[in-house]
């Protein structure tokens, strides 16, 4: 049964107190044997079973400290922190409640504090004063802050801004950045108490967040929401709408930036305002201008310009009833040695009057590139409908030579005028000896010693079939 003292004397008082009588039993007397209690005193030195050792333990937890004696006898058993008794026997010095006695000697102390880190010592009261020595560290989570405290920070485009956090815990944590995105998560940046983020733009807006590791209990996190202040940018969907009378057509810019923006729309330098056929509508950062029933006056250069505090932004939209570039979706490799089947598209609401084809062969090798002479074809299309708004042609190339890069280019007309040259479409004759290895590949595939030959010759075959069908039916 554990004994407290009487509160109604200083400590200091029973700490001499209980000094005086611990010295009094470990005192030798004249025929050289201890004062000893009741019991006989022991013939066996008392021994500690224990050892000293490093206990760590999270903050707020509770430990027990060891201390084991064989042979105890009528010594008594001292526990201390420096020059503080805490217990003596089953006697508790201490007034923190939160220090006891359990098992023999053992020492427990509940909820432990940071301020409990420290050697605690179990000293046997005998002439020699052995000790045991056990250290406790306290451990505790890590705590974060941002600065500033409000999480938010607001800069101007073109300047550096430092985003800062503080940690503290035991161990020190580590602080680790990262930028949060919605769609491909967050994305490591740095490990360290600042993040510094020079020349900043619109890309760098959004939410940042730090996080502080020390290995105890779980990490903490906290968001700083940075924003950019800048003149208005402005992306348009399409900078080149094609269009004709009659039909509805939708003009897009997209403004980026914090500050609220104003936009306007002009057409060749004339501020545009509503009409019965044209609207115009705002949707978060992405404005409209849609013209119905569309008239020849509608044709010409139109822009959108957004104002804001810091300044003004203007972009340009080309409307025209001339046919859009021909986009290329054969492919580059020809399935053939001398003639090649081109086929493209091209956006154009009227029919096509007229169709430029151009190609040319490329004489290349790994350290030479010569374009040939241009070979030009005007062709009377026979297009084919795809949707409303556009047509798709082929055309076959004949008569080029095997194992060759050739360019071409195409341009198409309708009632409007010709549009723009399309880009180069670089595409690839057979090698004579690349079909035969396909054949042989084929043959050994279908005899089953060759897996992966097998495999080629099932892909490439039958695109060899379709690209003669297509041949010989001219589509």
Known sequence: MITYLPNQYPMWQWSIYLLSIIILLSAPVSDGSFIASDNDAPTTAPKFLSRGHLYKVIVGETIELPCKVQNLGSFVLLWRKGSSVLTAGHLKISRDQRFKIVGDYNLQINGVKTQDAGDYICQLGDQENRDQ?????????????????????????????????????????????????????????????????????????????????????????????????????????KAWVHASEGYDIELVCVVHGDVNSEMLWYQNSFLLDPTDRRSMYPHDDRYSLIIRNFQPTDF???????????????????????????????????????????????????????????????????????????????????????????????????????????????????????????????????????LLDIDREYKVGMSGSNRISKTLAAIILPYLMVTRFLLIFNI
């Open 133 to 237: 020595v056990h250290t406790v560290e306290i451990l505790v989570p890590p705590t974060l802050r941002a600065l500033p405290h409000n999480g938010q920070v607001t800069a101007r485009k073109g300047s550096t801004v430092t985003l800062e956090c503080k940690a503290s815990g035991n161990p020190v944590p580590t602080i680790y950045w990262f930028k949060k995105d919605v769609y491909s998560g967050p994305t490591h940046l740095s490990d360290s108490s600042t993040l510094i983020l020079e020349n900043v733009d619109r890309h760098h807006a959004g939410t940042y967040q730090c996080s502080a590791d020390n290995g105890v209990k779980e990490r903490v996190s906290m968001d700083i929401q940075l924003t950019i202040l800048s003149p208005p940018e402005i992306t348009v969907e």
């Open 300 to 434: 010409g250069n139109y822009s959108c310009v957004a104002d804001n505090a810091l300044g003004r932004t203007k972009k340009y939209i080309e409307v025209s009833g001339r046919p859009g570039p021909a986009d290329f979706i054969s492919p580059a490799l020809s399935g053939f040695l001398d003639h090649y089947n081109l086929t493209w598209t091209i956006e154009s609401i009227p029919p096509l009057d007229e169709i430029k084809l151009l190609y040319r062969r490329l004489l290349m090798n790994e350290t030479y590139q010569h374009p040939g002479k241009w070979h030009e074809y005007h062709i009377k299309p026979i297009p084919i409908r795809t949707d409303g708004t556009h047509y798709l042609m082929s055309y076959v190339v004949r008569n080029l030579e095997h194992n060759a890069v050739y360019e071409a280019i195409v341009q198409a007309k309708n009632k409007y005028g010709w549009n723009e040259i399309s880009d180069i479409h670089q595409f690839y004759t057979r090698n004579h000896d690349l």
